[in-house]
Each structure stands twice: as structure tokens, then as C-alpha cells.
């Protein structure tokens, strides 16, 4: 009963977030990213690449912007099934009940946790600008939301001295260092940190929307439909000294 509860609701509240992100992106980031990739090509054509004619992208208007949509709702389905599962666990391990007046708070902490603090080390990116390595950059965004999002967990909810010990972690990754580029950027990339600039800001945008209707949805999701579900759950007995 639980499962599918949470299930659902992850869906429903999905769909309805990643629609208005899928449509957002339309009027924020899709018109930087189609500037940005008319640079890229003129950067392989100077360079002598050549896309092959077998490769498919979507065709700009209607078919990119309904992909466009589509990946919003996968993400925005994923994200807040991870954020009721978190919800339940403060209710079920704390005895934190959730409203949808704190799940704004949650939806606030959780795009501190998954957007600010990554891109503090890696900003969004556009097309044709330097990166580094893909697999580097995958694992220290990683590495990075676990971190953090332990951290901030233990202060918020683990009483005792560990709360402050876990802030310790929260310099990690940046003492660490995220990946960076291994090319300079060149002439043409120059042209893109105009564009580059409105793209963070556009993005952070967008994601800010995006975690605060998933923070206030799930929040009443959990009032009116998980709660329910968790009251007979048993709450583990705290471990004696």
C-alpha cells in the first residue's frame, strides 16, 4: 500500500512539475542553447568535423520542445519520489509530519542540496563549451549532493555532536576540487560568456520553480496521502548507550 502510494503520487506530481519545467525552458534556456549551438558548428566547421547524416536529433519547434517536455517529467518523476521517500523517513525515523507549508522548506533545501551546490564547482554548461571529462563530472556531482545532503540531514535531525561533526563534510568536494577542462577556451568560446552567464542564471531559475512545486506538491501529497499509510509504521527505538 505504501509502495504504490508513494509510486503514484511521484508520477502525478511529476507529470505536473515537469510539464511547467518542460514548457519554462521553452522562454529560459532552449533559446540560449540554440544560440550556443550555432558557435558549436561554426566551431567543427572550422575545425573540418562533419556530423553524420545518420545521427538524429530532434527537429527544432514542436518535436524538440515535446522531447524537451518529455525529459523534464523523467526528471521531475525521479526527484520527487526521492523527495517523498526522504519525507517519510523524517516522519517514520524523527516523527517529523509534513505540510505542504514545509515542503516549500524542503523543496528550498533540496535545490540547495541538488542544484546549488554542485554548480558552485560545476556550472550548467552550453553547448561547444569546455568540459572536462564526462565520467569525472558525473562523480563528483555525485559525491557532491551525498555529501551535502548527509550533512545538512544530520544537522537537521540527528541530536548530539554529531550534527556539528557532519558539517565537516560539506567542504569536501571543494577542497577537492571539481574537474576541470583540459583545452583553453578559444576565440569562439570567448563569444559564448555572454551566453554562458544568462544560462546559469536561466537555469537556476528554472530549477528553483521546479523544487518549489515539487516541495509544496509532495508536502500535501504526504499530508493527505502517505501519512496515512505511515501510521502504523513502527518507529525503531532509539539505541541505548
Same mark, same amino acid.
Not at 563569444?191 to 554562458?196: C, D, I, K, N, S
Given at each position: 500500500?505504501?509502495?504504490?502510494?508513494?509510486?503514484?503520487?511521484?508520477?502525478?506530481?511529476?507529470?505536473?512539475?515537469?510539464?511547467?519545467?518542460?514548457?519554462?525552458?521553452?522562454?529560459?534556456?532552449?533559446?540560449?542553447?540554440?544560440?550556443?549551438?550555432?558557435?558549436?558548428?561554426?566551431?567543427?566547421?572550422?575545425?573540418?568535423?562533419?556530423?553524420?547524416?545518420?545521427?538524429?536529433a530532434p527537429a527544432d519547434g514542436g518535436q524538440r520542445m515535446?522531447?524537451?517536455?518529455?525529459?523534464?517529467?523523467?526528471?521531475?518523476?525521479?526527484?520527487?519520489?526521492?523527495?517523498?521517500?526522504?519525507?517519510?523517513?523524517?516522519?517514520?525515523?524523527?516523527?517529523r509530519p509534513t505540510t505542504p507549508l514545509r515542503g516549500l522548506?524542503?523543496?528550498? $533545501?533540496?535545490?540547495?542540496?541538488?542544484?546549488? /551546490? %554542485? *554548480? !558552485?564547482?560545476?556550472? &550548467?554548461?552550453?553547448?561547444? +563549451?569546455? @568540459?572536462?571529462?564526462?565520467?569525472?563530472?558525473?562523480?563528483?556531482?555525485?559525491?557532491?549532493?551525498?555529501?551535502?545532503?548527509f550533512s545538512l540531514w544530520t544537522v537537521i535531525f540527528v541530536?548530539?555532536?554529531?550534527?556539528?561533526?557532519?558539517?565537516?563534510?560539506?567542504?569536501?568536494?571543494?577542497?577537492?576540487?571539481?574537474?576541470?577542462?583540459?583545452?583553453?577556451?578559444?576565440?569562439?568560446?570567448?563569444?559564448?560568456?555572454?551566453?554562458?552567464?544568462?544560462?546559469?542564471?536561466?537555469?537556476?531559475?528554472?530549477?528553483?520553480?521546479?523544487?518549489?512545486?515539487?516541495?509544496?506538491?509532495? $508536502?500535501?501529497?504526504?499530508?493527505?496521502?502517505? /501519512? %496515512? *499509510? !505511515?501510521?502504523?509504521? &513502527?518507529?525503531?527505538?532509539? +539505541?541505548? @548507550?
Amino acid at each position: 500500500m505504501l509502495f504504490r502510494r508513494l509510486i503514484l503520487c511521484a508520477v502525478a506530481i511529476g507529470v505536473v512539475a515537469g510539464v511547467v519545467l518542460g514548457l519554462a525552458e521553452q522562454v529560459t534556456t532552449a533559446p540560449l542553447i540554440e544560440a550556443a549551438e550555432q558557435y558549436e558548428v561554426a566551431d567543427h566547421a572550422a575545425a573540418g568535423h562533419h556530423h553524420h547524416d545518420h545521427a538524429w536529433a530532434p527537429a527544432d519547434g514542436g518535436q524538440r520542445m515535446f522531447f524537451t517536455v518529455v525529459a523534464s517529467i523523467g526528471v521531475a518523476i525521479g526527484f520527487a519520489l526521492m523527495l517523498l521517500v526522504a519525507m517519510s523517513l523524517a516522519r517514520v525515523l524523527h516523527g517529523r509530519p509534513t505540510t505542504p507549508l514545509r515542503g516549500l522548506v524542503w523543496g528550498a $533545501g533540496a535545490f540547495g542540496v541538488v542544484f546549488v /551546490a %554542485p *554548480a !558552485l564547482g560545476l556550472a &550548467p554548461e552550453l553547448p561547444g +563549451a569546455p @568540459a572536462a571529462d564526462l565520467a569525472a563530472r558525473q562523480l563528483w556531482w555525485i559525491a557532491t549532493v551525498g555529501l551535502v545532503g548527509f550533512s545538512l540531514w544530520t544537522v537537521i535531525f540527528v541530536p548530539g555532536r554529531m550534527k556539528w561533526a557532519a558539517l565537516l563534510l560539506l567542504p569536501l568536494p571543494y577542497l577537492y576540487g571539481a574537474p576541470l577542462p583540459s583545452a583553453e577556451p578559444g576565440s569562439t568560446n570567448a563569444a559564448l560568456v555572454t551566453l554562458h552567464q544568462q544560462f546559469v542564471w536561466a537555469t537556476a531559475g528554472t530549477n528553483l520553480v521546479l523544487w518549489v512545486i515539487l516541495g509544496v506538491l509532495c $508536502g500535501w501529497a504526504m499530508q493527505r496521502w502517505i /501519512a %496515512p *499509510a !505511515l501510521i502504523n509504521t &513502527p518507529r525503531p527505538e532509539p +539505541a541505548r @548507550a
